[in-house]
């Protein structure tokens, strides 16, 4: 399935070419699901994009995450703010890398058998994205890691705690794929 994925990539790169101009409005909706040693974890991710210059745009938008382990029995439902930012660096005229920096507000609820906990978290993030411009409308986005910042709280019946933690990771589990619509181009 993924030799496929890559051929169809390859081969339709020379057959467009497409870039973002100052103006643009795109919609970006990325996506990853994993099922893996008694975890799973959803993430869904549509964003709204707006060219503030050629080759860079600014997002804004919601994501929704849902963690669950059934090693600890502990369900996690999160729902979030997201804005973003992303500069276009063209590799080829059908591929382009960019970082992706986000800031996400977020709230949700985590809730094993005995307790449950209300929870809001603040995070920036760093991603690097690589795009791939099937024609001047469509590309698929790829996004493999992250250098992420993340305060959360939580409150329960007890009372309230705060984490702060800093996470760098290249992990293969951690892929997004993505599609790319320019409402723009012809």
Avoid: C
């Avoid at 382990?69 to 500069?87: A, P, Q, R, V």
């Avoid at 920096?101 to 994205?129: C, M, Q, V, W």
């Amino acid at each position: 399935m993924r030799s496929l994925f890559v051929f169809t990539l390859l081969l339709s790169s020379f057959l467009a070419s497409a870039q973002i101009k100052e103006g643009a409005k795109v919609v970006d909706f990325s996506m990853s699901n994993s099922n893996a040693n008694g975890s799973s974890f959803f993430f869904i991710q549509p964003l709204i994009g707006f060219g503030t210059a050629e080759n860079e745009l600014v997002y804004v938008g919601i994501g929704y995450t849902r963690q669950k382990s059934d090693f600890s029995g502990n369900t996690e439902n999160f729902t979030s703010l997201i804005i973003g930012y992303e500069k276009f660096i063209e590799l080829n005229s059908k591929v382009y890398f960019s970082p992706f920096i986000s800031g996400s507000y977020g709230i949700g609820k985590s809730e094993n058998g005995t307790t449950s906990d209300d929870l809001n978290s603040f995070s920036l993030a760093l991603r690097p994205r690589l795009h791939y411009f099937m024609n001047s409308k469509w590309s698929v986005v790829a996004s493999v890691g992250a250098i992420q910042y993340t305060r959360q709280v939580a409150k329960n019946a007890f009372g309230e705690s705060t984490s702060d933690f800093f996470s760098m990771n290249l992990n293969s589990s951690n892929v997004f794929f993505g599609i790319r619509l320019n409402l723009n181009n012809e």
